[in-house]
């Protein structure tokens, strides 16, 4: 989500900055932004623990590696990044004393030069205090060729890190870069004394039992089950007040919601409560369930090497015999909203005049027989020796979705095309089967934003391919090169509506394109024990976790 009131147009690089870093007079730390109530429980020592369950497990524990959004939930509670976003959309200090700005001296007019001052009381795990180095350490191991890094975007654009103090670190970005400071409330920082000395940081015992700096400290793993967590004592921040915090893992997302509903679990986070049990479950006595607007958009990925998906005939044949709204109110119950691009309904940058989807099977076929796809003796359309046939696949025990695919499978027959069905468990669906690209196509909720910035390089650009030996997370292979040069404009923009007009030109040609199919945006379930306090849900972050050191038991 970003700020609903857009600047007046015209803005000079001084304005558009402060935009950028709008919250950059602040000196106060990341415990502030929960407001007062927060402070009220600051003397409060830890009780009690908190179970939250997923429906995904979580596996990657370095938040530098690649991993997927269930992931998350574990690195916002062990790690600390040196700013956050706030259910507002705002950039707060985490482990920097203040956001870089203009005003304060923190970024310079033009955009490139930078300088973070950081909080002095932090510690990690171990006792070792938190200094500037371990940020230059951080910074340098994402971009390191040899290290299995998530993202390098941004990143790869700082040079000359230079430390001028345990509690002070400047940089230079070799060209301006407007999205930076939401892409660091996303970079976790990581250990130089104990990851800078192991021989292969891919490989190190440190991402099986990390070491961070957040409210909450490693305990134990039981794979195929759960994390277990416990409370930092020693904590810079508000909280912890909660003993322990776990993370359950619980595939089945009907026998999840049935230990939402029997207490054993506490909180649901990714994939939260299922449509089809949000009349039920808003009824249930001590929960408290609400419907919270998401930043994901349901969707089906084109792995846009497979021949029949590089014909856009065949894209656009797909999508219109796809009737989303029969989907979302006859499957999701009327939760979740149609939407024509990647942009969430709230952001600032969305395109609502994107040209609609309608449903219509005959046009659909003239489609394909006009691209000269023609049936076959078994009713499968083909073209040049390609039958046009293809697998679908998600996670397994996910009823939701693979009740969609059952529906696609049958009305895509109707249209010629041969759709089978082919779901994996979690742990291997969202392993290199999707992050590199070896699916037909994938059925996913995704996050295209980082923060509520609208850069997208990492999921269209085309060196974000990993099955191209790129990094990031095009697991379309997603190529046009005008989209490549927007992207790249864009990261050089610091004007919110000059950077609008960008935007709304990249949703315009990923609609054109059609590289996926969207379903709906998503409007989450979102369920949790009426006596937990503290907890805010935040549109901007991609678990409900985001903050669990305010989370408390009701005295």
Known sequence: MTDKTPPKSGLSRRSALRLMAASGLATFVAPHFLGGAAFAQENKEPKGRVVVGMSQEPTVFNPLMVHNEVDDAVHFSVFDALFRIDPDGVIQPNLAAEVPSVENGGISEDGLNWRVRLRDDVKWHDGKPFTAEDV???????????????????????????????????????????????????????????????????????????????????????????????????????????????????????????????GDVDLVDQSYITPDHYAEAKELPDRT???????????????????????????????????????????????????????????????????KQEFNLDEARKILDDAGWVPGSDGIRAKDGVRLAFANSTTSGNHLREQVQQYMQQIYREIGVEMTISNLPPAVMWGDFWTKSQFDTAMSGVTFLIASDPDVTNRFASTSSAAKGGQGSNTMQYSNPRVDELLKEGRGTFG???????????????????????????????????????????????????????????D
């Open 136 to 262: 230059k350490y951080t910074l340098e191991l994402i971009v390191d060729p040899k290290f299995l890094s998530w993202r390098t975007g941004g990143h790869s654009l700082v040079r000359d890190l230079t430390v001028v103090s345990p509690t002070e670190i400047t940089w230079r970005m070799e060209s301006e870069f407007a999205p930076y400071l939401a892409f660091l409330a996303e970079t976790f920082m990581v250990p130089k004394h104990i990851l800078g000395e192991a021989e292969d940081p891919n490989t190190a015992p440190f991402n099986q039992s990390p070491i961070g700096t957040g409210a909450f400290k490693w305990s134990n793993r039981v794979p195929g089950d759960r994390v277990e967590l416990v409370a930092n004592d020693d904590y810079f921040g508000e909280g912890p007040f909660i003993e322990e915090l776990i993370f359950k893992y619980i595939p089945d997302m009907t026998v999840l919601y049935t230990q939402f509903q029997s």
């Open 289 to 355: 369930v609400t419907l919270e607007p998401g930043s994901s958009i349901e969707g089906i990925f084109f792995n846009l090497e497979r021949p029949q998906f590089k014909d856009p005939a065949v894209r656009k044949a797909l999508y219109a015999a796809l009737d989303r709204q029969s989907i979302i109110d006859g499957i999701y119950y009327g939760v979740g909203t149609k939407t024509e691009t990647f942009m969430p309904p709230l952001s600032y940058y969305y395109d609502p005049d994107l040209p």
């Open 496 to 554: 919110q509506e000059e950077r609008k007009k960008i935007y709304t030109e990249v949703q315009q040609i990923i609609r054109e394109d059609l590289p996926f199919l969207p379903i709906f945006a998503y409007t989450v379930v979102m369920g949790r024990k009426s006596g937990l306090e503290g907890f805010k849900f935040n549109p901007n972050t991609r678990t409900p976790s985001w903050h669990a050191a305010a989370w408390s038991w009701k």
